[in-house]
């Protein structure tokens, strides 16, 4: 099977960003996506261009165009967010996003009638009815097929990073998983999810996506679901690996270091270097790793097997990549990344509210809303 890859506009950016909707005095989930979504339609249009329908009725995504600077993309989630709000506000609906909703039930969440996801519940049954997750996923453009495979093996070094900053499920049905990201392992259930195989041609994921196909375990290249992937059509690498994040400000801060990333990846190619490359086991434990411990988890480093603090490496890398968030005019959302260590990542907070509350999970949601609606995350420590 050939699979054409389209270039796009080299380090272009775009964001996805999947959405929760609550009620407002009970914090359990609401299954008016349809509601919404009819009233923000643009009157002739069949949906929105900027806010879609998902698998569950509970949610929506809202996503950005394909931008050059960080801080357009966040200007565009921001305008479609406006727009919900103000379409939600009446109904008693909140927003927010997080790697999973802390206490309501899967087993009552309403599925979206399309055959799509109607087909996808019937083939994977209870693990498909599990996946009350949410998450960000970002694009960034590439100029060059030959590209996509070297940059997808290099970004693999760094998704147990990506996956610490924003892990935020550690509740899962009421219960503390004890997990940083209990999203991360509940999503790799799904078939054609999770970690992505390191294919070294081209000639070998067309390989596999023809088997895929043959075999009936997809339909669309879309249904595969990896922590990171090619985009064909849309000429990019997406990064699927992050939770859900709570604040416009997190969301800015993870596309920026994902797109300095991609950004540093394609200038190493251009001047003729071998990017990075972690064996497959390195990789599958550095996600475990993330997924459990969080911002604490110590990560695998090389085929050595040095390993580090997560942050420890963070800071470096900030450091390092500097010179080329000022090249794509992204320095100031990429020295967010570092604010999110300072406040602590969404699990860290959603934990010391519980303890702060006696163990109330409804004050868990109550200021995820709060920190939706003020777009900046809340220290646990004011």
Known sequence: MRIDFTPSARSTVGAEWELALVDRRSGELRSVAEKL?????PEGACEHPRIKQELLLNTIEVISGARRAVAEVKADLAAALDEVHRVADPLGVELFSAGSHPFSSWYRQKVTDEERYAKLIDR??????QMLIYGV???????HRDKVLPVLDALLCHAPHLQALSASSPYWSGEDTGYASNRALMFQQLPTAGLPF???EWAELEHYVDDMFTTGVIDSFSEIRWDIRPAPHFGTIETRVCDGLPTLHEVGAITALTQCLVEDFSTRLDRGETLPVLPPWHVQENKWRAARYGTDAIVILDAAGRERLVTDDLADLLERLEPVARRLDCARELG???EILRVGASYQRQRAVAKSYDGSLKAVVASLVAEMR???PHSPHS
Do not use: S
Not at 37 to 41: G, H, S, T, Y
Not at 124 to 129: A, C, E, I, Q, S
């Open 198 to 200: 390191q294919f070294r």
């Open 336 to 338: 967010d990344v570092a």
């Open 137 to 143: 996923h970002v694009h960034v453009g590439l100029d």
């Open 374 to 376: 003020d777009g900046v």
């Open 124 to 129: 994977t049954r209870w693990w498909g009815r």
């Open 37 to 41: 979504l009819e009233a923000v339609r």
